[in-house]
């Protein structure tokens, strides 16, 4: 089945202990994103990668990190988690981008930071 | 930045009812699509229209695209329970390495039984 795979579904963590939250897709997709969600904000794009070793900055990378060596996995890291990073977190992945391509999400990762 | 913003922010509406919901955005565009969000699930495409495109219609849902006035609007008929959700525009803008997502904040629709 073509899906986009996150986990963990639910974190609960301290503040300042590292953390990695894993994404895989397994559609042989280009393009993976990185979004966290906050009542009221929306959707806000963390990082986003449009093929292997290549990544940017989406609106709010602060105090995160990405990586992209194997097409199908894009984790996101906290290296030092804070309290305002707790938020809902949704990766997400599509062929490729420019050409109308929709996006595919994972079932999101419930971060809490205390 | 936003490139995208949802009006209404949220909307009630009985069972039956149409509902509809419109996005502004900011700068040019390729492609503009809506998405469908059940309560902290991850989105769901439901329909893309490009940009020489003005209507475009899937089940009970219709789109339009006005690009000079840089807006489009997503309506649902004869809606249902099932409906409720929020949903959200999605628009490209150009980047570094090609385009990119950019998600509007969101219209939480009810539809009350």
């Known amino acids: 089945e073509a899906q986009v795979t996150q986990n963990p579904r639910y974190l609960i963590t301290v503040t300042g202990k590292k953390l990695t939250v894993t994404c895989s897709q397994n559609m042989n997709h280009e393009y993976m994103s990185w979004y966290r969600q906050d009542p009221g904000l929306g959707l806000r794009q963390i990082y986003y990668?449009?093929?292997?070793?290549v990544t940017d900055k989406g609106d709010v990378p602060e105090g995160y990190k990405v990586s992209r060596k194997e097409k199908r996995n894009f984790p996101l890291i906290l290296e030092s988690p804070s309290p305002n990073q707790t938020s809902l977190y949704f990766c997400a992945s599509s062929l490729i981008w420019g050409a109308g391509e929709k996006l595919f999400f994972g079932s999101g990762t419930q971060l809490s930071v205390l | 930045s936003q490139q995208g913003e949802e009006d209404p922010q949220a909307l009630s509406i009985q069972e039956g009812e149409n509902a509809t919901m419109n996005c502004s955005y900011k700068t040019s565009i390729n492609n503009l699509q809506w998405y469908r969000q059940n309560s902290g699930r991850g989105l769901v495409h439901l329909i893309l229209?490009?940009?020489?495109?003005r209507e475009k219609h899937s089940g009970r849902l219709r789109v339009t695209l006005d690009t000079s006035k840089k807006s489009s609007s997503l309506l649902i008929t004869a809606s249902r329970a099932a409906d409720t959700a929020s949903y959200f525009c999605?628009?490209?803008?150009?980047?570094?390495?090609?385009?990119?997502?950019?998600f509007g904040p969101g219209t939480r629709l009810s539809v009350l039984p």
């Open positions: 229209i490009r940009s020489n495109e």
């Open positions: 990668s449009m093929n292997v070793e």
């Open positions: 999605a628009t490209d803008v150009r980047v570094n390495y090609g385009q990119n997502f950019v």
